[in-house]
């Protein structure tokens, strides 16, 4: 069993920078791929990033690459997620989900952090 908790997420203005964090709980935590995903109002829930149980490989949605950058502390059980220039668009409830077998089947869920962009 996993339990993810995030946190960090609050209100920014438009081209500011804000850093999302996971915890995680549970032994096998470390050879999960962990992921990040986000819902905005009266959207469905979309992909952001996805890395690798050992850090080296991460994946970006389209819309955040080079602007967001997903990254993972196995001694800490912690996955992050660093967030730059922002827009309106991405605001959101970010949500840390875990996929233990690898497959894309995200079998565990966070609650969720909001992130609104706003002036």
């Known amino acids: 069993q996993v339990r993810l908790v995030e946190s960090g997420g609050r209100l920014v203005q438009p081209g500011g920078s804000l850093r999302l964090s996971c915890a995680a709980s549970?032994?096998?935590?470390?050879?999960?791929?962990m992921a990040w995903f986000r819902q905005a109002p009266g959207k469905e829930r979309e992909f952001v990033a996805r890395?690798?149980?050992?850090?080296?490989?991460?994946f970006y949605a389209d819309s955040v690459k080079g602007r967001f950058a997903i990254s993972r502390d196995i001694a800490k059980n912690m996955v992050y997620l660093q967030m730059s220039s922002l827009k309106p668009e991405d605001t959101a409830l970010y949500y840390c989900?875990?996929?233990?077998?690898?497959?894309?089947?995200?079998?565990?869920w966070g609650q969720g952090t909001q992130v609104t962009v706003s002036s």
């Open positions: 890395i690798s149980w050992s850090g080296s490989t991460t």
């Open positions: 549970g032994r096998t935590f470390s050879r999960y791929v």
């Open positions: 989900a875990a996929d233990p077998n690898s497959d894309y089947s995200y079998d565990y």
